[in-house]
Protein backbone atom coordinates (compact mmCIF):
# COMPACT_ATOMS: atom_id res chain seq x y z
CA UNK A 1 0.00 0.00 0.00
CA UNK A 2 1.30 3.65 -1.08
CA UNK A 3 1.16 5.65 1.57
CA UNK A 4 2.15 9.45 0.89
CA UNK A 5 3.26 11.92 4.04
CA UNK A 6 3.96 15.58 3.84
CA UNK A 7 5.55 17.62 6.23
CA UNK A 8 5.79 21.83 5.64
CA UNK A 9 3.21 24.08 5.44
CA UNK A 10 2.37 27.07 7.94
CA UNK A 11 1.76 30.37 8.15
CA UNK A 12 3.16 33.00 5.66
CA UNK A 13 3.27 36.74 5.47
CA UNK A 14 2.74 38.12 1.76
CA UNK A 15 6.05 37.56 -0.08
CA UNK A 16 7.05 35.13 1.82
CA UNK A 17 8.92 31.80 1.28
CA UNK A 18 7.65 28.16 2.14
CA UNK A 19 9.24 24.70 1.35
CA UNK A 20 6.69 21.12 1.38
CA UNK A 21 7.85 17.88 1.18
CA UNK A 22 6.68 14.40 0.55
CA UNK A 23 7.68 11.11 0.56
CA UNK A 24 5.93 7.87 -0.92
CA UNK A 25 6.45 4.73 1.38
CA UNK A 26 5.19 1.75 0.64
CA UNK A 27 6.51 0.87 -2.87
CA UNK A 28 9.72 -0.32 -3.72
CA UNK A 29 9.95 1.15 -7.19
CA UNK A 30 10.37 4.85 -8.18
CA UNK A 31 7.28 6.65 -9.10
CA UNK A 32 6.52 7.76 -12.71
CA UNK A 33 4.91 10.78 -11.64
CA UNK A 34 4.93 12.96 -8.41
CA UNK A 35 2.69 16.18 -7.90
CA UNK A 36 1.24 19.18 -5.80
CA UNK A 37 -2.35 19.81 -6.07
CA UNK A 38 -4.27 22.78 -3.75
CA UNK A 39 -7.73 23.08 -2.40
CA UNK A 40 -8.80 26.52 -1.45
CA UNK A 41 -11.96 26.93 0.84
CA UNK A 42 -14.77 26.62 -1.71
CA UNK A 43 -13.09 25.39 -4.50
CA UNK A 44 -11.98 22.72 -6.31
CA UNK A 45 -8.67 21.19 -6.26
CA UNK A 46 -6.28 22.26 -8.77
CA UNK A 47 -2.88 21.04 -9.92
CA UNK A 48 0.06 23.08 -8.87
CA UNK A 49 2.89 21.24 -10.12
CA UNK A 50 3.85 17.70 -11.36
CA UNK A 51 7.07 16.09 -12.06
CA UNK A 52 7.97 12.93 -13.26
CA UNK A 53 10.92 10.24 -13.12
CA UNK A 54 13.04 12.00 -15.74
CA UNK A 55 13.09 15.40 -14.67
CA UNK A 56 9.95 17.11 -16.69
CA UNK A 57 8.34 19.42 -14.85
CA UNK A 58 4.73 21.11 -15.75
CA UNK A 59 3.23 24.17 -13.53
CA UNK A 60 0.06 25.91 -13.24
CA UNK A 61 0.05 28.99 -14.90
CA UNK A 62 -0.53 30.84 -11.46
CA UNK A 63 2.76 29.78 -9.85
CA UNK A 64 5.04 29.58 -12.46
CA UNK A 65 8.17 31.42 -12.20
CA UNK A 66 7.37 31.33 -7.95
CA UNK A 67 6.89 27.54 -7.18
CA UNK A 68 9.74 24.97 -7.96
CA UNK A 69 8.88 21.54 -7.78
CA UNK A 70 12.25 19.16 -7.19
CA UNK A 71 12.49 15.39 -6.60
CA UNK A 72 14.69 12.51 -5.64
CA UNK A 73 13.80 9.65 -7.44
CA UNK A 74 16.03 7.46 -5.13
CA UNK A 75 13.45 7.96 -2.24
CA UNK A 76 10.62 8.49 -3.95
CA UNK A 77 10.48 12.42 -2.50
CA UNK A 78 9.13 15.45 -3.93
CA UNK A 79 9.45 19.17 -2.46
CA UNK A 80 7.49 22.69 -3.54
CA UNK A 81 9.88 25.15 -2.83
CA UNK A 82 7.60 28.71 -2.98
CA UNK A 83 8.10 31.89 -3.48
CA UNK A 84 6.73 35.22 -3.31
CA UNK A 85 3.67 33.66 -1.60
CA UNK A 86 0.25 35.66 -1.91
CA UNK A 87 -2.88 35.70 -0.25
CA UNK A 88 -4.26 33.27 -3.19
CA UNK A 89 -2.04 30.72 -2.72
CA UNK A 90 -4.07 29.99 0.53
CA UNK A 91 -5.05 26.49 0.88
CA UNK A 92 -4.32 22.83 1.68
CA UNK A 93 -1.57 21.44 -0.43
CA UNK A 94 -1.75 17.30 -1.35
CA UNK A 95 0.64 15.39 -2.55
CA UNK A 96 -0.15 12.88 -5.63
CA UNK A 97 1.36 10.12 -7.12
CA UNK A 98 -0.82 7.76 -9.56
CA UNK A 99 0.74 4.10 -9.43
CA UNK A 100 -0.98 1.29 -11.15
CA UNK A 101 -4.19 2.69 -11.52
CA UNK A 102 -4.97 4.32 -8.99
CA UNK A 103 -4.90 7.74 -7.13
CA UNK A 104 -2.73 8.29 -3.90
CA UNK A 105 -2.95 11.19 -1.79
CA UNK A 106 -1.17 12.63 1.33
CA UNK A 107 -3.10 13.96 4.19
CA UNK A 108 -2.27 17.41 3.15
CA UNK A 109 -0.52 20.25 4.63
CA UNK A 110 -1.85 23.98 5.03
CA UNK A 111 -0.72 26.86 3.60
CA UNK A 112 -1.88 30.39 4.90
CA UNK A 113 -0.57 33.30 3.55
CA UNK A 114 -1.46 36.33 5.10
CA UNK A 115 0.12 39.57 6.95
Known amino acids: QVQLVESGGGLVQPGGSLRLSCSAS????????MGWYRQAPGKQREMVAG???????RYDDSVKGRFTISRVNTKNTIYLEMNNLKPEDTAVYYC?????????WGQGAQVTVSS
Open 26 to 33: GISESLYL
Open 96 to 104: HAPFRGRAY
Open 51 to 57: MTSGGNA
